[in-house]
């Protein structure tokens, strides 16, 4: 039987349904999962009840979690006849479920049990999953109503399950699911494997890889976009029809090939030359001393792979994998040789020798190939001692070894030494992120050193390298109040400390510090929503110690009240609002199934520009680089090649439809013989994808230019060919995604200011960015701030000229409608004209057609649309984003660092010029106000003469409006505003006249 349990903490509920008639109830909680009742006390005459009583339920088949349903019923007690009246009841179905280190209070809504029960209020639970052997389920209520007695025996066994809970440590391995490449063996170890809860299994996918059939590639152009906003065809958005692993792409429509097509089907197939070097035993002796520092080196014609020496060993094991690239193999000779190392020159051991047209051909799900002892021969082909383990066989990059091969297909000149840590694909995944929320309430006992002064007080907390402070605040007493609330951002493992400190601001930089309190982060308490999380009292230590033990020891007599929580109710932000690729909250419970999976292939790039020089000709070490929601991948680093073939898949989970997919292409400057961590991998370009943009189903197969912007202008550094497919698994699901909130709920009840944003979102991308480059290989800094936009907050003249035009374009459809209304009042076209006043007139005769006529008129001009509709994704625009037009010096000052390095000169300038844009700026906003001034001043007597104008013709209007018909009004009205010309005058109107003669307060600005 599985040892798999369900953890059910009731904690308490609020604003419960009065069921006694007397103002109150008495309620208790009966919960019922798995063919398993538990009931807790009752809470006699309380509507808002604390229980804190915690129940375990055996989950009897793990597999079939997702779709159990835990019911939490609350009840009323009424002693009188010995019956139970129903207060609500919470439905959480097995995929919210989540580890116990996850687990948080979350408080439900009540619901109706019934259509004609009324209830309302929350009650709080907390769920957890747990395999802990130690803890032991509870004893559960027979199905049939149960007495009083029953409740009592529930009630002690609530105690001491409570009480089990306390005492006992529920471990919980959390696992990460990679939705890569998988082997058929890497399915039978998760078969294997207990049961793990996680929304990616819902929906099982598999991963498995077919025969993949090797055709000819033909990328043949059908049709070349350059978008809506009309930009150089040079950078227009290519559409591709290849040969893929499932067939040909026509149209987004797959035409399958003669063999079945497979899951990793939106890629080019590639063969590829395994050979694993296992170990080696029995090894002769070559030096003097008697001891040997084997290593082997693998050479394919003229690329070759060295495996890591080891020292004073005759039977070494490496386990190292290596690919090489058939299109670049020129020779049919494979050749092993076991050498030694040495200080002056490597000494030669022996050399197995295998010839490539006998090589087997290896296809997944079929099992890896078994290494096979060759004894060893020497330069002139006789066998000498010692033997060498090898596996060597063709596949493709879709078999399993491929990832994890040192050199895969990144094929490496015999002549050179590279780091082979630096070219592997890998993928990866963001550390989870929490907002911390720290409460300075108040500061009590305060040891003033000068009792004379009156100092200035303030608390400043610091996470890592977060700092922020309170206002100082002069304290006359021993004690001082802030409650100011900060904000800061933690990741998953909490490596650091809340460090708070109480000081005293001096001058001339010299604070005197009062105390200060540690407290770790993985012991504040988790939530999930707005409910109030009680302040502690933390005794201030000495400043002069140092050591975190010491701390624990010496107790202080200054006290501070604080009130810390992780808040996980929120999205930490880590990348801009208006294309982040994951919505979610951190807190997992509150996590939706998933919509969708989405399945990336990145095939090729072509017309690469040179990044670097190499033997006197240009060339570039790329790879790309993409991301969606936590997953980030890296493909491998194709060296010395300017049209690189990468032919990588993988796949993520989709959430919402409102997000954003985006793929880099990156220079690797980590190759080169004297390279060292010091140097930056340079950007390519970058491709951003939203989901909602595509349709479900549709391989969508393009080339899409990479475009970068320089200090000398726009620039194309070459073409990406991607295939992309969105997939869907629950259509009504994400249509109903379309009426939720696009961020989680805790954003709109407690909303962050908009500089909080950009501070935690600084603070997110560095975190970020500091885990992923301890990564192995890498993922450095540089590339997540591009893959972020980690700069787009800072001022660029060709941005804001960007957004004004998107502006303008937003605003063009209401000045066409004004223009053409305005030639219908002009009578250009006597025809129109008539039929407008036609319509018009109708329209007034029959008001409640009004609104069926607009929304009639938009269903049209939608269903005409839908025959010009995009059928291929967005992409990057120089158009709109003002990139074609922009000058040189508004270039340099976008690409100048912050603060400016520039010269004097050149920031007066442009400090002038910025001034003279705000001015512009400046008198569109004070015209706007006097418009609006000259409104409030129509009844406020502020020109008497004028207000008495306005409430006389108000009067007048009033009663005319009583005795006439609103039609009439309005007949009359339309007609005089589409008048003919000739009744029409060239001076302005004589309410237009009177407007402008209003008062406003400009005369009373400085």
Same mark, same amino acid.
């Given at each position: 039987? #599985? /040892?798999?349990? %369900?953890?059910? @903490?009731?904690? *308490?509920a609020? &604003?419960?349904?009065?069921?006694?008639?007397?103002?109150?109830?008495?309620?208790?909680?009966?919960?019922?999962?798995?063919?398993?009742?538990?009931?807790?006390?009752i809470?006699?005459?309380d509507?808002?009840?604390v229980?804190?009583?915690?129940f375990y339920f055996?989950?009897?088949n793990?597999?079939?979690?997702?779709?159990l349903?835990?019911?939490a019923?609350?009840?009323?007690?009424?002693?009188?006849?010995n019956?139970?009246?129903?207060l609500?009841?919470?439905?959480?179905?097995?995929?919210?479920?989540?580890?116990?280190?996850d687990?948080?209070v979350?408080h439900?809504?009540?619901?109706?049990?019934?259509?004609f029960?009324?209830?309302?209020?929350?009650?709080?639970?907390?769920?957890?999953l747990?395999?802990?052997?130690?803890?032991? #389920? /509870?004893?559960p %209520?027979p199905? @049939?109503?149960? *007495?009083?007695? &029953?409740s009592?025996s529930?009630?002690?066994q609530?105690?001491?399950?409570?009480t089990?809970?306390?005492?006992?440590?529920?471990?919980?391995?959390s696992?990460?699911?990679?939705?890569?490449?998988a082997?058929?063996?890497?399915q039978?170890q998760?078969?294997?494997?207990?049961y793990i809860p996680?929304?990616?299994?819902?929906?099982?996918v598999?991963?498995?890889v077919d025969?993949?059939?090797?055709?000819?590639?033909?990328?043949?152009?059908a049709r070349?976009y350059?978008?809506?906003?009309?930009q150089p065809?040079?950078?227009?958005l290519?559409?591709?029809s290849?040969?893929l692993?499932?067939?040909?792409?026509?149209?987004g429509?797959?035409i399958?090939?003669?063999?079945?097509?497979?899951?990793?089907d939106?890629?080019?197939p590639?063969?590829?030359?395994?050979?694993?070097?296992?170990?080696?035993?029995?090894?002769?002796?070559?030096?003097?001393t008697?001891?040997?520092?084997p290593y082997?080196?693998?050479?394919v014609?003229?690329?070759?792979g060295?495996?890591?020496?080891?020292s004073?060993t005759?039977?070494?094991e490496?386990?190292?994998?290596?690919s090489f690239?058939?299109?670049?193999v020129?020779t049919s000779?494979?050749e092993?040789v076991v050498?030694?190392?040495?200080l002056?020159?490597d000494e030669?051991v022996?050399?197995?020798r295998?010839?490539?047209?006998?090589?087997?051909t290896?296809v997944?799900?079929?099992?890896p190939?078994?290494p096979?002892?060759?004894?060893?021969?020497?330069?002139?082909?006789?066998k000498t001692k010692?033997?060498l383990?090898l596996?060597?066989?063709?596949g493709?990059?879709?078999?399993?070894?491929?990832?994890?091969?040192?050199?895969s297909?990144?094929?490496?000149?015999?002549d050179?030494s590279?780091?082979?840590?630096?070219?592997?694909?890998k993928?990866y995944?963001?550390?989870?992120?929490w907002?911390?929320r720290?409460?300075v309430?108040?500061?009590?006992?305060?040891v003033?050193s000068d009792?004379?002064?009156f100092p200035?007080?303030?608390?400043?907390v610091?996470?890592?390298?977060?700092?922020?402070?309170?206002?100082?605040?002069?304290?006359?007493?021993v004690?001082?109040?802030?409650?100011?609330d900060m904000?800061f951002?933690?990741?998953?493992?909490f490596?650091?400390?809340?460090?708070?400190?109480v000081?005293?601001r001096?001058?001339?930089?010299?604070?005197?510090?009062?105390?200060?309190?540690l407290?770790?982060l993985?012991?504040?308490?988790?939530?999930?929503?707005?409910?109030?999380?009680?302040?502690?009292?933390?005794?201030?230590?000495?400043?002069?110690?140092?050591?975190?033990?010491e701390i624990?020891?010496?107790?202080?007599a200054t006290?501070?009240?604080v009130r810390?929580?992780?808040d996980?109710?929120?999205?930490v932000?880590?990348?801009?609002?208006?294309?982040s690729s994951?919505?979610r909250p951190t807190a997992?419970?509150?996590w939706?199934?998933?919509?969708?999976?989405?399945?990336l292939?990145?095939l090729?790039?072509?017309?690469l520009h040179?990044?670097?020089?190499?033997?006197?000709?240009?060339?570039?070490?790329?790879?790309?680089?993409?991301?969606?929601g936590?997953?980030?991948?890296r493909?491998?680093?194709?060296?010395?090649s300017?049209?690189p073939?990468?032919?990588?898949q993988?796949t993520?989970?989709v959430f919402d439809?409102?997000?954003?997919?985006?793929v880099?292409?990156?220079?690797?400057?980590?190759?080169?013989?004297?390279?060292?961590?010091?140097?930056?991998?340079?950007?390519i370009?970058?491709?951003?994808?939203?989901?909602?943009?595509l349709e479900?189903g549709?391989?969508?197969t393009?080339s899409?230019p990479l475009l970068?912007?320089?200090?000398?202008?726009?620039?194309?550094?070459g073409?990406?060919?991607?295939?992309i497919r969105f997939s869907?698994?629950?259509?009504?699901?994400?249509?109903y995604?379309?009426?939720?909130?696009?961020?989680p709920?805790?954003?709109?009840?407690?909303?962050?200011?908009?500089?909080q944003?950009?501070?935690?979102?600084?603070?997110?991308v560095?975190?970020?960015?500091a885990?992923?480059?301890?990564?192995e290989?890498?993922?450095?800094?540089?590339?997540?701030?591009?893959?972020?936009?980690?700069?787009?907050?800072?001022?660029?003249?060709?941005r804001?000229k960007a957004n004004?035009?998107r502006?303008?374009s937003?605003?063009?459809?209401?000045f066409?409608?004004?223009?053409?209304f305005?030639e219908?009042s002009?009578?250009?076209?006597?025809?129109t004209?008539?039929?407008?006043?036609?319509?018009?007139?109708?329209?007034?005769?029959f008001p409640?057609?009004?609104?069926p006529?607009?929304?009639?008129y938009?269903?049209?001009?939608?269903l005409?649309?839908?025959?010009?509709?995009?059928?291929y994704p967005p992409?990057?625009?120089?158009r709109?984003?003002n990139?074609?037009?922009?000058?040189?010096?508004?270039?340099?000052?976008?690409?100048?660092?912050?603060?400016t390095?520039r010269s004097?000169e050149?920031v007066?300038?442009?400090?002038?010029r910025l001034?003279?844009?705000?001015?512009?700026?400046?008198?569109?906003?004070?015209?706007i106000?006097?418009?609006?001034e000259?409104?409030?001043a129509l009844?406020s007597?502020?020109?008497?003469?004028?207000t008495t104008?306005?409430?006389t013709?108000?009067?007048?209007?009033?009663?005319?409006l009583?005795v006439?018909?609103?039609q009439?009004?309005?007949v009359?009205?339309?007609?005089?505003v589409?008048?003919?010309?000739?009744?029409?005058?060239k001076?302005?109107?004589?309410?237009?006249?009177?407007?402008?003669?209003?008062?406003a307060?400009?005369d009373s600005?400085?």
């Amino acid at each position: 039987m #599985s /040892s798999l349990k %369900l953890g059910v @903490e009731v904690v *308490s509920a609020h &604003n419960l349904m009065p069921k006694d008639g007397q103002g109150s109830s008495s309620a208790f909680v009966e919960l019922n999962f798995d063919h398993q009742r538990f009931r807790t006390t009752i809470k006699e005459k309380d509507l808002d009840p604390v229980w804190n009583e915690s129940f375990y339920f055996n989950i009897s088949n793990p597999e079939n979690l997702p779709n159990l349903t835990l019911e939490a019923h609350v009840y009323n007690n009424n002693k009188a006849n010995n019956s139970k009246s129903s207060l609500g009841k919470v439905c959480i179905t097995g995929t919210s479920f989540v580890p116990y280190s996850d687990a948080v209070v979350l408080h439900y809504p009540l619901e109706k049990r019934s259509i004609f029960s009324r209830v309302k209020g929350e009650l709080g639970l907390k769920l957890f999953l747990t395999d802990d052997p130690n803890i032991k #389920s /509870s004893n559960p %209520l027979p199905m @049939e109503n149960s *007495s009083q007695k &029953n409740s009592l025996s529930a009630q002690a066994q609530a105690t001491v399950q409570q009480t089990q809970n306390r005492s006992s440590k529920v471990k919980d391995e959390s696992v990460r699911t990679f939705h890569n490449l998988a082997t058929p063996k890497q399915q039978q170890q998760q078969q294997q494997q207990p049961y793990i809860p996680s929304t990616a299994m819902q929906q099982p996918v598999r991963y498995g890889v077919d025969d993949m059939r090797h055709e000819s590639r033909a990328s043949n152009l059908a049709r070349m976009y350059s978008g809506s906003s009309s930009q150089p065809m040079e950078y227009a958005l290519k559409e591709t029809s290849p040969f893929l692993g499932g067939g040909r792409i026509v149209g987004g429509r797959v035409i399958r090939a003669d063999k079945p097509a497979s899951t990793y089907d939106l890629v080019e197939p590639m063969q590829f030359l395994f050979v694993r070097v296992v170990k080696a035993r029995d090894l002769p002796t070559m030096d003097v001393t008697g001891s040997l520092d084997p290593y082997v080196e693998v050479r394919v014609g003229n690329y070759k792979g060295v495996t890591q020496h080891f020292s004073k060993t005759h039977n070494p094991e490496w386990n190292t994998v290596f690919s090489f690239s058939r299109e670049r193999v020129q020779t049919s000779v494979l050749e092993v040789v076991v050498k030694d190392k040495d200080l002056l020159k490597d000494e030669f051991v022996g050399i197995v020798r295998y010839d490539i047209t006998d090589v087997p051909t290896r296809v997944p799900p079929d099992s890896p190939l078994a290494p096979e002892w060759y004894r060893l021969e020497d330069k002139k082909g006789q066998k000498t001692k010692g033997e060498l383990m090898l596996a060597v066989w063709i596949g493709t990059q879709a078999d399993e070894a491929f990832p994890d091969a040192w050199h895969s297909d990144a094929a490496i000149p015999a002549d050179s030494s590279m780091p082979s840590t630096h070219i592997r694909s890998k993928v990866y995944h963001s550390p989870r992120l929490w907002y911390v929320r720290v409460n300075v309430i108040e500061v009590q006992d305060l040891v003033l050193s000068d009792k004379t002064r009156f100092p200035d007080v303030y608390v400043k907390v610091q996470i890592g390298s977060q700092i922020l402070k309170t206002k100082p605040i002069q304290v006359r007493s021993v004690n001082a109040m802030w409650n100011e609330d900060m904000m800061f951002v933690a990741a998953e493992p909490f490596e650091d400390h809340l460090f708070l400190s109480v000081e005293e601001r001096g001058g001339q930089n010299k604070d005197e510090i009062f105390g200060r309190v540690l407290i770790p982060l993985n012991s504040v308490e988790k939530r999930a929503d707005d409910r109030l999380i009680h302040s502690r009292w933390f005794n201030l230590q000495k400043p002069s110690i140092t050591d975190v033990e010491e701390i624990k020891k010496e107790k202080f007599a200054t006290r501070l009240n604080v009130r810390v929580c992780l808040d996980g109710g929120y999205h930490v932000l880590d990348e801009s609002t208006h294309y982040s690729s994951d919505l979610r909250p951190t807190a997992k419970q509150l996590w939706k199934p998933s919509i969708g999976i989405l399945e990336l292939g990145i095939l090729n790039a072509d017309g690469l520009h040179p990044m670097k020089t190499r033997d006197g000709r240009g060339t570039s070490d790329t790879y790309c680089v993409a991301k969606y929601g936590h997953k980030w991948i890296r493909t491998r680093t194709i060296n010395d090649s300017l049209s690189p073939k990468y032919n990588e898949q993988y796949t993520w989970e989709v959430f919402d439809p409102a997000t954003v997919l985006t793929v880099g292409v990156f220079d690797n400057s980590q190759l080169l013989e004297n390279g060292s961590s010091g140097n930056r991998d340079m950007k390519i370009g970058k491709v951003r994808i939203r989901l909602s943009t595509l349709e479900t189903g549709r391989v969508y197969t393009h080339s899409y230019p990479l475009l970068v912007l320089h200090p000398s202008g726009v620039k194309k550094m070459g073409e990406l060919h991607l295939a992309i497919r969105f997939s869907s698994t629950s259509m009504t699901n994400m249509m109903y995604m379309y009426s939720r909130p696009l961020l989680p709920k805790m954003h709109y009840v407690r909303p962050l200011t908009v500089m909080q944003q950009d501070m935690l979102r600084h603070q997110a991308v560095n975190i970020v960015a500091a885990r992923l480059s301890r990564a192995e290989p890498p993922l450095r800094k540089e590339i997540v701030e591009y893959m972020t936009d980690a700069d787009s907050h800072l001022w660029s003249m060709r941005r804001s000229k960007a957004n004004f035009f998107r502006l303008m374009s937003v605003f063009n459809g209401l000045f066409a409608v004004g223009k053409w209304f305005g030639e219908v009042s002009m009578w250009r076209n006597p025809v129109t004209t008539v039929l407008v006043h036609a319509l018009f007139l109708m329209l007034v005769c029959f008001p409640e057609l009004i609104l069926p006529t607009v929304f009639l008129y938009m269903f049209l001009i939608g269903l005409w649309n839908y025959r010009f509709r995009a059928r291929y994704p967005p992409h990057m625009n120089t158009r709109i984003s003002n990139a074609d037009s922009v000058s040189r010096d508004e270039l340099d000052e976008e690409f100048d660092t912050f603060p400016t390095s520039r010269s004097s000169e050149v920031v007066r300038m442009r400090y002038d010029r910025l001034r003279s844009v705000a001015g512009r700026i400046q008198s569109v906003v004070g015209d706007i106000a006097s418009q609006g001034e000259r409104v409030q001043a129509l009844l406020s007597w502020r020109d008497p003469r004028a207000t008495t104008i306005f409430i006389t013709f108000c009067l007048v209007a009033a009663i005319v409006l009583y005795v006439t018909p609103f039609q009439v009004l309005a007949v009359l009205t339309g007609f005089y505003v589409m008048r003919h010309p000739r009744f029409r005058h060239k001076l302005p109107s004589a309410p237009l006249n009177f407007f402008r003669r209003l008062p406003a307060r400009t005369d009373s600005m400085l």
